[in-house]
């Protein structure tokens, strides 16, 4: 063997790249690599398979707080009180030409129902007398004016002047006392406030039976 043969075997003996189990790079041998690459890309799979879950729970439970709350059910509706439709008993005393034809006018603008009360049919003078609901609240057109002390409490109510008078049965009878024809509203016991119910009907007799000339002082006042 020659000078220049053996300086090559020696040569290459001694190269790194030649060296069992290696890669050349002078690192770990070259068939651990892709054990180790296996382990982590299955490292990182897990990381995502369990991140991904996590993530959208975080997000459902945002989603539910932020959610506006389920609305408040309705409350039901009250139930119509329970009425007669049977005619109510009135009295109907003859009236003049004046008075009568107020009347008429009074009753034709009367509401079909005030509040939960409807209107229901009279016994005589449908002309001047109005009933609704059960025990019946009364209207009658064109009775007698109250006579009453001058220091007694009057009620103004809607541009209406009203006397009250407590009846003996704990109805109430609120009498117009400021008006060319007097308009009598009773309202029984059984109700609230009786004054509570004036303003419906305050309104109709404002527009159709004219104010008298003369009223008495506590209605100026009010």
Same mark, same amino acid.
């Given at each position: ?6 300086? $090559? ?6 190269r ?25 890309? $299955?490292?990182?799979?897990i ?8 993530t ?10 932020l959610?506006?709350a ?5 409350? /039901? ?20 030409a ?21 209107? $229901?049919?009279v016994?005589a ?6 009933? *609704?609901?059960?025990p019946?609240?009364t209207?009658a #057109? ?6 009453? !002390?001058a ?9 209406? #002047?009203? *006397? ?6 704990? /109805?109430?009878?609120?009498? /117009?006392?400021?008006r060319?024809v007097p ?7 059984a *109700?609230d ?5 004036? !303003? ?5 007799v404002?527009?159709?039976?004219? /104010? ?6 506590? #209605?100026?006042?009010?």
């Amino acid at each position: 063997m020659d000078e220049n043969t053996s300086s $090559r075997a020696v040569a290459g003996r001694d190269r790194p790249d030649d060296a069992a189990g290696t890669d050349g790079t002078g690192g770990a041998p070259a068939t651990d690599r892709p054990a180790t690459d296996r382990t982590n890309r $299955r490292a990182a799979l897990i990381a995502t398979l369990v991140a991904v879950p996590v993530t959208a729970l975080v997000a459902a439970l945002a989603l539910a707080r932020l959610a506006p709350a389920e609305p408040a059910a309705a409350p /039901s509706p009250t139930p119509p009180r329970p009425q007669s439709t049977a005619p109510v008993e009135m009295a109907a005393p003859a009236l003049a030409a004046r008075p009568a034809t107020v009347c008429r006018a009074l009753i034709s603008q009367l509401p079909d129902t005030v509040r939960d009360l409807s209107q $229901r049919p009279v016994t005589a003078g449908p002309e001047q007398n109005a009933a *609704y609901g059960d025990p019946a609240l009364t209207v009658a #057109c064109g009775g007698a004016a109250p006579s009453f !002390p001058a220091t007694d409490e009057v009620w103004v109510v809607d541009k209406v #002047c009203w *006397y009250p008078a407590k009846q003996p049965d704990g /109805s109430t009878v609120l009498t /117009s006392v400021d008006r060319e024809v007097p308009v009598a509203l009773t309202v029984p016991g059984a *109700y609230d406030s009786a004054l509570q119910w004036l !303003p419906p009907f305050s309104d109709t007799v404002v527009a159709t039976v004219p /104010s008298a000339k003369s009223i008495p002082a506590g #209605c100026a006042r009010g």
